[in-house]
C-alpha cells in the first residue's frame, strides 16, 4: 500500500473515503472496517439479496446501488 492508497475505499479502491473515518460506512463484513458510502450501499444490497459479503477485496467490478433494481 503506497500513501496515495491511504484515501482510498479499502474495498473497491476506486473511491475516497471521507474525513473523518467515522462518517463513512462501516462495513458489514467485519463491523470494524470502514468503506465509502457506495461499498455500504453495495453491501446493503448483497445482504438483501441473501448473498452476504463473501468477495474478496477490493472487488473488481461495478458497485449496484438501489437505482440499478
Ligand atoms: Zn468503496
Redesign the pocket.
Known sequence: MNLLDLN????????D?MHPEEIN?LSRMNNRTY??????E?EAMLDFAGIGQREPW??NRE?MDWRSL
Request: proline share 10%.
Open positions: 482510498k475505499c479499502p474495498r473497491c479502491r476506486v473511491n473515503m460506512a468503506v465509502c458510502s457506495a461499498c455500504g453495495d477490493p472487488i458497485l
